[in-house]
Every structure is written in structure tokens, then in C-alpha cells.
């Protein structure tokens, strides 16, 4: 079952763009490496119809109440959102590798990932 916390989440943002269809790119994924947030269905990848990357990310990030991640991939055309483990930092990142790479591939490079300020 995905964390009930990301349909709440879903249904923010789909408010937010007025209605609009959100496109899930990726949600659960069980033949995936255990640390991932997808592996314990607490993260998904979404686009939001004739929206822009920016603007999803944008009102994404001003949903984060704590421990979230979140991040942005330009050349996939999809955000990712995602519930942390309990006490971890909320994290961004931006990912710049292409559809179908992998991060390790040679010459790619994921792009940046840094823990999100505190804000009060």
C-alpha cells in the first residue's frame, strides 16, 4: 500500500492546477534497491498536464511540512515526491540524466542533491 501521506499530496496538487489529469510516472517499484523511497512506496513521479516543470516543483516544495524529498528532472519532464524516514531532513535535487539512463552510465551525471534549509 502507498503512504497515505502522497494521496493527500496528489490531491493538493491537483487542486493547485485546477482539476488538472496528473500523469504517475512511477510509484511502487518492488525490483528496486531497498534504500529507495519508491521500494517502500513512499515516493512517486508525477507531471501534471500543460503544466511546467517549475511551477509543479514550485508548489510542491510549498507543501513540505518536513521530511520530504523532492526533485526536479528536467530531461525526463517529470518531479519526484517523496516522505523520508522518520527524523531525516527534507532533501532536493535535480536530475539531469535522460529517460532510460542510468546514473551510472558514462557521461551522465545526476545532477545535484543538497538537504533543504530550515525554515521557520
Request: glycine share 12%.
Amino acid at each position: 500500500a502507498m503512504d497515505p501521506r502522497l494521496y493527500d499530496q496528489l490531491s493538493r496538487i491537483q487542486d493547485h492546477f485546477g482539476g488538472k489529469q496528473i500523469e504517475v510516472v512511477s510509484g511502487f517499484r518492488f525490483a528496486e534497491r531497498n534504500s529507495s523511497r519508491h521500494y517502500h512506496a513512499s515516493a512517486i513521479d508525477i507531471r501534471v498536464t500543460g503544466e511546467s516543470l517549475r511551477s509543479m516543483y514550485a508548489y510542491a516544495q510549498s507543501l513540505d511540512r518536513g521530511g520530504m524529498g523532492m526533485g526536479i528532472y528536467p530531461h525526463s519532464g517529470f518531479i519526484h515526491v517523496d516522505y523520508r524516514a522518520p527524523g531525516e531532513p527534507s532533501y532536493r535535487w535535480t536530475d539531469y540524466s535522460g529517460p532510460g539512463s542510468s546514473h551510472k552510465a558514462k557521461g551522465k551525471r545526476p545532477g545535484r542533491a543538497h538537504p533543504k534549509r530550515p525554515t521557520s
